[in-house]
C-alpha cells in the first residue's frame, strides 16, 4: 500500500469537508482568521421518508470498506445492474452486477483508497449518472462473505436456530448452575396446563367508536394472541433444549396443532407483530422438535411459515431498504423473519432469499436509527424494542461469517448515552413515543446493558445494568427479554472490571442524533437535576415528535416540567394534535402553529461546553418550522430558532430563546407540569412542584407577554384502546397543566429568558435585576440581551470569580483577552483553571446531505 498517497488522501478528505462547511454553512458571512461565525445549514432534509439519492456519493467517504451501494429502486422494475471501478469511464478494477432486485449492492470485496465510481441502472434503462466516494487508509474495514457463502454455512441439521445439534449436550451440562435455566423451565413448565388460543379469540372483544378505532382495537386484538403464540412456544422450544423433555413437545405440539389450521391471511394476518410472532413461533417449534415431527406434518408447518413470510418479504423489498424508518420491521419482525429463514433452509427454497435480502439490509443499514454517536433516534421507550433484535442478529451473522458486525462506534458508545437518557431509579428525558411509558429503566434495560458490558468490556454498562436492578430489586438474571442470549453466549464472558471511580462527566451531547444532557449528580438521583434538550437532524418521523428545540427538566428522578400529553393509539387525534405535535411539549409556537411532521423540519445542537459549575448547549431549529420532503412544502415563515441552555450548578438552569420570523408573528413560549402551575404576571413567575421538590421560573421577553395557565387538552384525550398499566390496571389519562406566554403584540423579532431555579426545599431566591440588566440570583450574576435589535448574547458569572460563561463575544480570563464569536467558559476551582471554547459541530449526515443535488 502506498502509504504516501493514502495520507494525502485523508488529508484531502478533511480539507474538503472543512471546505464543504465553509461554503455550504458560512455563505457571504465575513469569516475571520481565527473563527468561524456560525450560520444555520441550507440544506432541505437530512433524512427523507424515502430515498431521494443513491449513496454513497458525492465524493464522501464510505461508511466501511467494503462499501454498500444503495439508491431508489422501483418496485415495478426490479431488476438492476451496477458497477463499480476506480477510473471514471469504468476502464479500471472494474466490478459489474446485475440482476439485482432491490436497490442494495454489497460487493464484499475491499477496495484500494482513492475515488472510486458507480452506477445503476434498470434493465433495458440507461445508467445513472456517476456517483462518486472515496476510501481513505482510515475507512473501517468490513469485508462480508455472500449471502451464498453464509447459507452455505447453516448446518443442514436441526435444531439450528436456539443452539446447534452438535452443541446440544455440551450447552445441558452448561447451564445447570444458571439461574436463567431454571426460570425457562419454570415458565415452560407453567404454560403445559394452559389453555390453547382458537381463531376465535384473535378478535376483539369489545368496539370503538368509529372505523378507524376499530381497525386499531381489532389489529390489538390479533396481536395480542400472535405475541401469546410466540411467547409460548419459544419458551417450550428452549426448555426442551435445555433438557430433552418431551413434555414440552408434546404441548407445543398441541399449540401448532391448532394455531397452524387458523387463516395465514385473515384474522392472525391483521397485525403485523402477531403475524410475524405466530410464523417464528412455527418455525422455532419445527427447527426443535424436527427429529419429532412427522413429513406430512412439516409440510404443513412449512406452507404456513412460508405463505407468512413471502407475505413480508414481497412487501418489504423495494420499500423497506429506500425507507429511513420502517420502525415495525427493524424492531421485532426482521428477527422473527431471520428465526424463520435459517429453519426453513434447505427446507423450501424461499428460504434462501428472505435470508439474503436480511443480510443485504441488514449489512447496508444496521444499526438503523442510529449514526455513530451512540443514541437512538426514536428515543428510550423505542430503544428497548430494537434492543435483542441488534444482538442476536449480530450473534447469527458473527456466528455464520466469522466477522464482527459491531464495528460501528455506535455499538460501543450507546451505552453511554442511555445512563445519560435514563439514569438508573430515574424518569428518561421523555422524547419520542413512549419516552414517559416507565418512572425509571426496568430490568429490560438491565438486561441489555449487562450484555454489552461484556461484549465491549464496558464498566459502565456493568454499573448501569447493577443500579438499574438493585432499583428494581431484582436480579440481572430475572430480565427474560435477553435470558437466552445470556445462556447461549454472554454468561461465559467475563464482566469488566469493577470501576474505581465514576467519572463520566456530568453533561453530554450526542450531535448525530440532535439530544444533550446535564446532570447535577447523575450517580445518585435523590438530588439529581436533569436538564435534557432536542433538536435532531432526523426531524419528525417515525416515533418522534414535532419537538426540535424541546426540553424536559427532571429533579430527584422525578419528572417536573416534561412534555404532556398521552398516546391512545398511532393516528388518534388528541396523539397527532397535542402528544406528537410541538404544542405538547415546552417549546415555541409561532402564529399558534407548531413544526410540521415532516422529514425536512429539522434541527441540531452545534455547540456544547462542560464545566464543572456550567454546562452549556445551544439547538438551532431555524428550520424546524418548514418541510420539504414527499412532494411537501411548508413553511411557516421562521428565519432563526437559536434556543441556549445553560446549567449553573447546582441548582440553575437558564433558557434564552433567539427567534425571528419574515412576517410580523404571534410567539408562544409553552411549559408544562403533571400537577399543578402557579402564576403570577405580576412578579413574571411560575411555580411548580413534583414528589421531591420544586421549581420557580422567572420569565422575561423582549415584549410583553400575556401569561396563560389551562388544565385542559385542546384536543381532548380518551383510553379507547383500553391500555394498561404494569399491574393490569386501566391508565387514567389525567388532566395536565399548561403555560403559555404569548406576545401581546406580534414581532418580526423575540426574545425570551427564563431563569429555572429548582431545589427540594422549595426556597428561592428573589431574582435583583440592576441599572446594566444584570439578573442577580444567589451566587450568579446573568445577562441575556433582550433588545432584539442588538446581537443575541448570554452570559453568566459566578459572584466569588470561580466560573463564568459568554455565548459570543469577548472574554477576559486573567490578563488575556479571548475574542470571537463562540461561546466560552472559564472555572477556576481550588487553583485548577479550566478555559474551553466552543467549536461548532456540524453531524456529518448534514455534510453529506449538503453534497446531495437539489437539496436547498
Not at 343 to 367: C, F, H, M, R
Not at 528 to 545: D, E, I, K, Q, V
Not at 666 to 673: A, K, V, Y
Not at 843 to 850: D, R
Request: charged share 25%; glycine share 6%; net charge neutral.
Amino acid at each position: 500500500m502506498d502509504f504516501t498517497k493514502t495520507s494525502t488522501l485523508a488529508t484531502m478528505n478533511k480539507l474538503f469537508f472543512f471546505l464543504l462547511y465553509f461554503l455550504i454553512f458560512q455563505g457571504s458571512n465575513f469569516v475571520s482568521a481565527q473563527k468561524l461565525t456560525y450560520k444555520t445549514p441550507d440544506v432541505a432534509v437530512i433524512y427523507p421518508k424515502n430515498r431521494i439519492w443513491a449513496t454513497p456519493s458525492g465524493g464522501q467517504e464510505a461508511a466501511f470498506n467494503s462499501p454498500s451501494l444503495q439508491w431508489s429502486s422501483d418496485a415495478k422494475n426490479p431488476n438492476y445492474s451496477v458497477r463499480i471501478s476506480s477510473s471514471a469511464d469504468y476502464t479500471r478494477d472494474l466490478i459489474e452486477k446485475s440482476d439485482l432486485i432491490y436497490g442494495i449492492f454489497n460487493p464484499h470485496k475491499i477496495l484500494s483508497p482513492g475515488t472510486w465510481y458507480w452506477q445503476y441502472k434498470a434493465k433495458d434503462g440507461d445508467w445513472s449518472p456517476n456517483n462518486s466516494f472515496i476510501i481513505t487508509e482510515n475507512t473501517l474495514l468490513f469485508e462480508t462473505p455472500s449471502s451464498k457463502q453464509i447459507i452455505a454455512n447453516i448446518p443442514q441439521s436441526h435444531p439450528r436456530v436456539l443452539s446447534y445439534k452438535k452443541d446440544l449436550e455440551d450447552l445441558r451440562i452448561k447451564v445447570k448452575n444458571y439461574a436463567e435455566a431454571s426460570q425457562i423451565i419454570a415458565e415452560a413448565n407453567s404454560y403445559i396446563s394452559l389453555r390453547v388460543p382458537t381463531e376465535i379469540d384473535l378478535n376483539p372483544k369489545f368496539e370503538g367508536k368509529n372505523d378507524f378505532e376499530n381497525k386499531k382495537i381489532a389489529l390489538l386484538a390479533s396481536k395480542k394472541i400472535g405475541s401469546q403464540v410466540y411467547t409460548v412456544l419459544y419458551t417450550l422450544c428452549q426448555a426442551y433444549t435445555l433438557t430433552g423433555e418431551d413434555k414440552y413437545f408434546k404441548t407445543a405440539k398441541a399449540w401448532v396443532t391448532e394455531a397452524v389450521q387458523w387463516d395465514p391471511n385473515g384474522a392472525s394476518h391483521n397485525s403485523d407483530f402477531g403475524d410475524a410472532g405466530t410464523m417464528a413461533g412455527f418455525a422455532l417449534v419445527l427447527d426443535t422438535f424436527w427429529d419429532k415431527i412427522s413429513p406430512e406434518e412439516k409440510e404443513v408447518v412449512v406452507k404456513n411459515i412460508s405463505i407468512r413470510a413471502n407475505g413480508f418479504y414481497k412487501k418489504w423489498i423495494n420499500s423497506v431498504e429506500k425507507r429511513s424508518s420502517s420502525m415495525h420491521v427493524w424492531q421485532h419482525i426482521m428477527h422473527r423473519m431471520l428465526y424463520s429463514s435459517i429453519a426453513l433452509v434447505g427446507e423450501t427454497p424461499d428460504a434462501e432469499k428472505w435470508l439474503s435480502y436480511i443480510y443485504d439490509i441488514w449489512i447496508a443499514q444496521n444499526p438503523k436509527m442510529g449514526e455513530e454517536d451512540g443514541a437512538w433516534f426514536n428515543g428510550t421507550g423505542y430503544f428497548r424494542m430494537n434492543t435483542l433484535t441488534m444482538y442476536e442478529t449480530t450473534h447469527f451473522f458473527n456466528k455464520l461469517s466469522g466477522k464482527d458486525f459491531m464495528l460501528n462506534r455506535w455499538f460501543k458508545n450507546n451505552p453511554k448515552w442511555l445512563i445519560y437518557a435514563m439514569p438508573p431509579s430515574s424518569v428518561s428525558d421523555g422524547f419520542c413515543n413512549d419516552g414517559n411509558k416507565h418512572p425509571m429503566p426496568t430490568i429490560g434495560y438491565a438486561g441489555y446493558a449487562d450484555a454489552a458490558s461484556r461484549m465491549f468490556n464496558d464498566p459502565y454498562a456493568a454499573w448501569y445494568a447493577n443500579e438499574v436492578a438493585k432499583s428494581n430489586g431484582m436480579a440481572i438474571a430475572e430480565d427474560d427479554e435477553f435470558r437466552w442470549f445470556r445462556v447461549i453466549k454472554t454468561n461465559e464472558m467475563p464482566l469488566p472490571k469493577q470501576l474505581p471511580k465514576f467519572d463520566l462527566p456530568q453533561a453530554a451531547v450526542f450531535p448525530d442524533v440532535g439530544v444533550g444532557y446535564m446532570h447535577t449528580n447523575i450517580e445518585e438521583m435523590e438530588n439529581n437535576l436533569m436538564l435534557s434538550l432536542r433538536s435532531s437532524p432526523f426531524g419528525s418521523l417515525a416515533h418522534t415528535h414535532a419537538d426540535q428545540n424541546t426540553f424536559n427538566i427532571a429533579f430527584g428522578g422525578k419528572r417536573l416540567f416534561y412534555n404532556s400529553g398521552y398516546r391512545p393509539a398511532m393516528g388518534d387525534p388528541h396523539f397527532l394534535g397535542w402528544y406528537k405535535h410541538t404544542q405538547g411539549h415546552n417549546a415555541i409556537l409561532i402564529d399558534g402553529q407548531g413544526q410540521p411532521f415532516n422529514a425536512g423540519a429539522y434541527g441540531l445542537i452545534p455547540r456544547f461546553l462542560h464545566g464543572e459549575q456550567i454546562s452549556y448547549a445551544m439547538g438551532d431549529a431555524s428550520n424546524a418550522y418548514s418541510g420539504k420532503d414527499l412532494g411537501e412544502n411548508t413553511d411557516l415563515g421562521m428565519k432563526t430558532f437559536m434556543r441556549h441552555y445553560l446549567m449553573l450548578r447546582p441548582g440553575i438552569i437558564v433558557i434564552y430563546d433567539d427567534l425571528e420570523a419574515d412576517h410580523k408573528a404571534d410567539w408562544s413560549w409553552l411549559l408544562h407540569n403533571d400537577t399543578g402551575l402557579e402564576v403570577n404576571e405580576k412578579t413574571k413567575s411560575i411555580i411548580a412542584q413534583n414528589e421531591v421538590g420544586g421549581a420557580k421560573v422567572s420569565l422575561y421577553s423582549s415584549s410583553a407577554i400575556n401569561f396563560e395557565v389551562s388544565t385542559e387538552f385542546s384536543i381532548p384525550v380518551d383510553n379507547w384502546t383500553k391500555k394498561t398499566d404494569e399491574d393490569g390496571e386501566p391508565i387514567d389519562f389525567k388532566d395536565q397543566w399548561h403555560f403559555k406566554g404569548s406576545a401581546k403584540e406580534k414581532t418580526n423579532k423575540m426574545r425570551y429568558l427564563a431563569i429555572f431555579q429548582v431545589n427540594s426545599a422549595q426556597k428561592f431566591e428573589e431574582i435583583k435585576i440592576n441599572a446594566k440588566g444584570i439578573y442577580e440570583v444567589g451566587d450568579w450574576e446573568i445577562f441575556a440581551e433582550l433588545d432584539s435589535n442588538k446581537e443575541a448574547k448570554l452570559t453568566a458569572r459566578k459572584k466569588d470569580g470561580t466560573a463564568s460563561f459568554v455565548s459570543t463575544g469577548e472574554m477576559k480570563v486573567d490578563s488575556k483577552n479571548y475574542a470571537g464569536s463562540n461561546a466560552k467558559i472559564f472555572e477556576n476551582s481550588y487553583g485548577n483553571k479550566l478555559y474551553k471554547e466552543s467549536k461548532d459541530v456540524i453531524p456529518k449526515a448534514i455534510l453529506n446531505a449538503a453534497l446531495m443535488p437539489d437539496n436547498k
